[in-house]
């Protein structure tokens, strides 16, 4: 483990521009994401579901609108967290299963080939797909438990000439999250889950914030016992997947990120944005500080970006 590490350190040290190209370095708003990328070309988020809150990013050439003819050609950057959450996976999980897995859940990738590639003396796990007319290329490292993964197409013609620009952009990836420590809002959230988990609806008020406390209080004046109700369901689900992120913070409060997957009773494995009965319909939540401590308020509606 060590020795790949430093092996990553040295080629992210030694980056080449991919096609004698310059690269720039792009950082996301909540400094969650980092990587680089040939200049002149354009980074788009993507992926934004109202229910979500993810760091997923499209860098192309300025002015492409890519649609797989020869001579163009588009990457793209996945969150460490998008990826456990569209492979269905517990943690940990090894880096080989959740590899397929995620490239098994993208369009096409169901016939995709696995391997893997050697590139600047660092070992990628790779695959390829040829089922959209055009070849979709995949490659990962795993950091920490998690996987850096970016994806690149191209036309079959090309493709094999532009992998250089795909293991680049691997190994310049930098994505903090999740093993930053916790700040006080992130802290906040992740006891919120743990006292769910136990199914302590008693539990539940001290840690709300006012205005939530206050909806609690007439949730149970409308429908006695509805408090209980939402504790035992909840009681019934594996949080320790779970990751918490703050993403954005303000006089107001902090926003923190839930990512990951959920394991119900039965087994099943779903992201927690899924689960709109649990999140209110969003994987954010807001959370400020009340009397000296960090307080749940509730569900960021439409997510947050």
Known sequence: MLRSIICLLLTLLAIEP?????????????????????QGWNVIATDRQPSRYIENYAVQPAGQDFTGRPGQVVVRIFDPMYVVEEARVRLPASPDVLFQRFVQAMPGGSG???????????????????????????????????????????SLRDAPGRLPLLFQTVASMSMPWPSRPLDGAGAAVKNWYRVLRLGDSRALPPLACSQAQMSMLLMSFASPGSMDLVAR?????????????TVASG???????????????????????????????????????????????????????
Not at 119 to 128: D, I, K, N, R
Not at 233 to 239: C, L
Not at 290 to 296: D, F, I, L, Q, T
Request: contains cysteine; charged residues 10%; proline residues 3%.
């Open 18 to 38: 991919a096609w004698g190209q310059p690269l720039q370095t792009f950082t996301s708003n909540s400094g969650a994401i980092a990587f680089r990328y040939p």
């Open 112 to 154: 995709a080939t696995f391997g893997r590639r050697t590139y600047g003396g660092v070992t990628y796990l790779f695959a390829s797909d040829t089922s959209n007319g055009f070849e979709t290329d995949y490659a990962a490292v795993s950091v920490g438990g998690y996987l850096n993964v970016a994806g690149m197409a191209a």
């Open 251 to 305: 006089a107001r409060g902090s926003v923190v990120r839930v990512g990951g997957n959920i394991a119900a009773a039965n087994g099943s494995v779903t992201p927690i944005y899924q689960n709109g009965r649990i999140l209110g319909g969003s994987n954010s939540l807001f959370v400020k500080l009340e009397n000296g401590a960090w307080k749940v308020c509730g569900p960021v509606r439409g997510g947050y970006r």
């Open 233 to 245: 369901a909840s009681h019934g689900f594996d949080f320790s997947g779970l990751r918490f992120q």
